[in-house]
């Protein structure tokens, strides 16, 4: 039986992809440089002999789930952000049948819950009773935790009317825990733990050293006598990722140096006073492979082994193991950034550690595994991050199983109880999603409007223009009433493309899931270059009368669109009026506009009826059929030149998502 042992006190945020390691990590296997889907290492011997072992143990991670509970199939085919929580609880099934129930452990590696619609609309809990049946050990917190206020995530934290009145209005959809009240995601998880924490050893009490109570830094894994330590570690990505109200009284520890000075520190404590075995840091930090280059003559190459083009890896998560010292990390598993990662990192004394990280929305498992002798002790370990589950089958839709013979005990030999618990859970957030189904916002959209996350996109222009047709601004001292000349949006605000066809509430919902609010007001012009200017998580979506133009000297020049169509160029100095999100606002993602915004209006601020996404909904709802249908033309073959000019002669890097 597996034990877990909590300790020292302590908040977490975030976790990440499994990897693999041992106590010194010798290659034993080099993997693919094309899928890097699997890496073998020995405790030191050059042979890695099978027949030593006598027992596998396995930490299976699922980071980034997004609260993408429910599968998404078009014709056998799973799509990318639908691969379904039945299909993930039957791999584990798989795995825990393979080694046995208690030589596995299910771990989470945060943003378990926003995105999914039926999880928004219930702020985590569908997402919270589908993961629960995977019988999670532990979770870390991601950024996207703090998405719905501290409250589900400190008990101790005053809940907001605007929560409650939002979960009150899909509760009488969901069975059971309408009768319970508001739970935390603590709770939803481990209903029957109380004390249970989410782990994080890097959520500090603002200005202090001190770690807020509501986490614990560690972790004790006991598999029947191989000890497994873990250290929780957020990512410090999260004070520009996340609205900046819901973390304005807490500290993530800062650069990666000193992130590895407290992930050192933990892992020592693990191994001198709870005897670990060996050390694994479930972090939210992220990870991203990128192409090897090498100069050949005057040009650049990608530099390739055959055919195979060579990568390298970085991110935080990197430079949190280059900065370490401990030798007993041999792990460190990333998130965040969504992207497939298996590799190793020497750290300051050149022992190698592996970095792993699973795609999002549950299309991977991640599965570290543990090879010991008939003494318990390690021979080696393997971090497999398979890209695609075992049922969704090939990507041109071969080897697909159906949900349904998922669910049949006759064709499933992985089958249990928890599959058809699972089943309950998905029937209810579908219901949830397939009321908002059917009611259709717009009759006809002739095409597909894709979202572009680090450009300006057909779905950024179509919400942008719909709110600066229908957003006023109010001066706070004169009440007068204006238009807005603009609307920014953050690229990491809207979700999702529009389908073709008719658009549902469930569309609009799913294109901008936030519980985000429009804050308006004057800006010069030259401080909206600026602003403009500021493309370190991608372009800002915006629409309105403005174009903006951009060259190698960056945004040169704003003109504003007149009553006849064409457009006059404006000065540095003039003023212009334009509405942004709380969460730009507030500088998130990098933007000063807390600083550059004057003459404030903050009419639709934390009032739940107003937030932006039922907004977007009213004024659909309240614009004529010939009007909307107008509107929707408009994007068709969509350009962004009558908005955006790019007269850049370099290529532009692509920013971290």
Same mark, same amino acid.
């Given at each position: 039986?597996?034990?877990?042992?909590?300790?020292?006190?302590?908040?977490?945020?975030?976790?990440?992809?499994?990897?693999?390691?041992?106590?010194?990590?010798?290659?034993?296997?080099?993997?693919?440089?094309?899928?890097?889907?699997?890496?073998?290492?020995?405790?030191?011997?050059?042979?890695?002999d099978?027949?030593?072992?006598?027992?596998?143990?396995?930490?299976?991670?699922?980071?980034?789930?997004?609260?993408?509970?429910?599968?998404?199939?078009?014709?056998?085919k799973?799509?990318?952000?639908?691969?379904?929580?039945?299909?993930?609880?039957?791999?584990?099934?798989?795995?825990?049948?393979?080694?046995?129930?208690?030589?596995?452990?299910v771990?989470?590696?945060?943003?378990?819950?926003?995105?999914?619609?039926?999880?928004?609309?219930?702020?985590?809990?569908?997402?919270?009773?589908?993961?629960?049946?995977?019988?999670?050990?532990?979770?870390?917190?991601?950024?996207?935790?703090?998405?719905?206020?501290?409250?589900?995530?400190?008990?101790?934290?005053?809940?907001?009317?605007s929560?409650?009145?939002?979960?009150?209005?899909?509760?009488?959809?969901?069975e059971?825990?309408?009768?319970?009240?508001?739970?935390?995601?603590?709770?939803?998880?481990?209903?029957?733990?109380?004390?249970? &924490?989410?782990?994080?050893?890097?959520?500090?009490?603002?200005?202090?050293?001190? @770690?807020?109570?509501?986490?614990?830094?560690?972790?004790?894994?006991?598999f029947?006598?191989?000890?497994?330590?873990?250290?929780?570690?957020?990512?410090?990505?999260?004070?520009?990722?996340?609205?900046?109200?819901?973390?304005?009284?807490?500290?993530?520890?800062?650069?990666?140096?000193?992130?590895?000075?407290?992930?050192?520190?933990?892992?020592?404590?693990?191994?001198?006073?709870?005897?670990?075995?060996?050390?694994?840091?479930?972090?939210?930090?992220?990870?991203?492979?990128?192409?090897l280059?090498?100069?050949r003559?005057?040009?650049?190459?990608?530099?390739?082994?055959?055919?195979?083009?060579l990568?390298?890896?970085?991110?935080?998560?990197?430079?949190?193991?280059?900065?370490?010292?401990?030798?007993n990390?041999?792990?460190?598993?990333?998130?965040?950034?969504?992207?497939?990662?298996n590799?190793?990192?020497?750290?300051k004394?050149?022992?190698?550690?592996?970095?792993?990280?699973?795609h999002?929305?549950?299309?991977?498992?991640?599965?570290?595994?543990?090879?010991?002798?008939?003494?318990?002790?390690l021979?080696?370990?393997?971090?497999?991050?398979?890209?695609?589950?075992?049922?969704?089958?090939?990507?041109?839709?071969?080897?697909?199983?159906?949900e349904?013979?998922?669910?049949?005990?006759?064709?499933?030999?992985h089958?249990d109880q928890?599959?058809?618990?699972?089943?309950?859970?998905?029937?209810q957030?579908?219901?949830?999603?397939?009321k908002?189904?059917?009611?259709?916002?717009?009759?006809?959209?002739p095409?597909?409007?894709?979202?572009?996350?680090?450009?300006?996109?057909?779905?950024?222009?179509?919400v942008?223009?719909?709110?600066?047709?229908?957003?006023?601004?109010?001066?706070?001292?004169?009440?007068?009433?204006?238009?807005?000349?603009?609307? @920014?949006?953050?690229?990491?605000? @809207?979700?999702?493309?529009?389908?073709?066809?008719?658009?549902?509430?469930k569309?609009?919902?799913?294109?901008?899931?936030?519980?985000?609010?429009?804050?308006?007001?004057?800006?010069?012009?030259?401080?909206?270059?600026?602003?403009?200017?500021?493309?370190?998580?991608?372009?800002?979506?915006?629409?309105?009368?403005?174009?903006?133009?951009?060259?190698? &000297?960056?945004?040169?020049?704003?003109?504003? &669109?007149?009553?006849?169509?064409?457009?006059?160029?404006?000065?540095?100095?003039?003023?212009v009026?334009?509405?942004?999100?709380?969460?730009?606002?507030?500088?998130?993602?990098?933007?000063t506009?807390?600083?550059?915004?004057?003459?404030?209006?903050?009419?639709?601020?934390?009032?739940?009826?107003?937030?932006?996404?039922?907004?977007?909904?009213?004024?659909?709802?309240?614009?004529?059929?010939? &009007?909307?249908?107008?509107l929707?033309?408009?994007?068709?073959?969509?350009?962004?030149?009558d908005?955006?000019?790019?007269?850049?002669?370099?290529?532009?890097?692509?920013?971290?998502?």
């Open positions: 039986m597996k034990k877990i042992k909590k300790k020292h006190r302590i908040l977490m945020a975030g976790l990440g992809v499994l990897a693999a390691f041992s106590t010194i990590g010798a290659v034993a296997v080099a993997c693919n440089n094309q899928t890097k889907n699997r890496q073998l290492y020995s405790n030191g011997s050059t042979t890695l099978p027949k030593q072992v006598a027992r596998t143990v396995a930490l299976v991670n699922v980071n980034d789930l997004h609260g993408a509970i429910l599968e998404n199939v078009v014709d056998n799973i799509k990318k952000d639908g691969y379904g929580m039945i299909r993930v609880l039957n791999d584990i099934n798989i795995i825990r049948q393979r080694y046995g129930k208690d030589n596995v452990s771990v989470l590696g945060g943003d378990n819950y926003q995105g999914g619609l039926a999880s928004d609309l219930t702020h985590g809990l569908m997402a919270g009773k589908a993961l629960a049946l995977l019988n999670p050990v532990e979770s870390v917190v991601g950024n996207h935790e703090f998405d719905w206020g501290l409250e589900y995530l400190d008990p101790k934290h005053p809940r907001t009317a929560n409650m009145a939002l979960a009150k209005q899909y509760m009488s959809l969901v059971g825990p309408n009768d319970q009240g508001f739970q935390t995601f603590a709770q939803t998880l481990w209903p029957n733990q109380p004390k249970k &924490k989410f782990l994080a050893a890097n959520i500090f009490k603002k200005g202090t050293n001190e @770690l807020v109570d509501w986490v614990d830094p560690t972790s004790v894994i006991d029947n006598g191989f000890k497994v330590g873990i250290v929780g570690l957020a990512t410090e990505d999260t004070v520009r990722t996340t609205l900046f109200a819901n973390i304005k009284d807490l500290d993530f520890g800062g650069k990666p140096e000193n992130l590895a000075k407290i992930v050192d520190h933990y892992a020592e404590k693990l191994i001198k006073e709870q005897k670990v075995d060996t050390v694994v840091v479930l972090s939210h930090s992220f990870a991203n492979e990128y192409e280059t090498r100069k003559g005057d040009k650049t190459e990608v530099w390739r082994d055959g055919k195979v083009a990568k390298g890896t970085e991110g935080e998560a990197v430079e949190i193991i280059k900065n370490m010292t401990s030798n990390v041999t792990a460190i598993l990333a998130a965040h950034s969504h992207k497939l990662v590799d190793k990192i020497r750290n004394n050149g022992h190698q550690i592996i970095v792993a990280q699973g999002s929305k549950a299309n991977t498992i991640s599965e570290l595994r543990f090879n010991l002798n008939h003494e318990n002790k021979l080696w370990s393997e971090m497999i991050v398979n890209p695609r589950l075992s049922t969704a089958g090939e990507i041109d839709g071969t080897h697909f199983v159906p349904a013979d998922l669910l049949d005990p006759a064709k499933n030999k089958y928890n599959l058809l618990a699972m089943k309950k859970v998905l029937d957030a579908k219901a949830i999603e397939d908002l189904d059917q009611d259709v916002l717009v009759q006809n959209n095409t597909e409007l894709k979202r572009e996350y680090f450009g300006q996109g057909a779905v950024g222009s179509f942008a223009d719909l709110s600066a047709d229908n957003l006023k601004y109010k001066h706070p001292t004169t009440g007068i009433e204006k238009p807005v000349d603009a609307v @920014l949006w953050n690229a990491g605000g @809207l979700r999702a493309d529009i389908p073709a066809g008719p658009i549902t509430k569309d609009i919902l799913t294109v901008a899931p936030f519980d985000n609010f429009f804050i308006m007001g004057e800006i010069s012009v030259a401080d909206l270059k600026k602003e403009f200017s500021n493309e370190t998580k991608g372009k800002a979506p915006f629409g309105g009368k403005l174009r903006i133009t951009k060259t190698d &000297k960056g945004i040169t020049k704003i003109e504003k &669109k007149q009553a006849d169509g064409s457009f006059k160029e404006l000065n540095n100095d003039e003023k009026i334009i509405a942004v999100n709380n969460f730009m606002w507030t500088d998130g993602d990098g933007y506009f807390s600083k550059t915004l004057k003459n404030v209006d903050k009419r639709y601020d934390q009032d739940f009826e107003n937030a932006i996404k039922y907004l977007l909904i009213r004024w659909l709802e309240q614009t004529p059929a010939d &009007k909307k249908a107008t929707m033309d408009k994007y068709q073959n969509f350009d962004a030149k908005r955006y000019i790019d007269e850049t002669t370099k290529t532009a890097a692509t920013p971290t998502k």
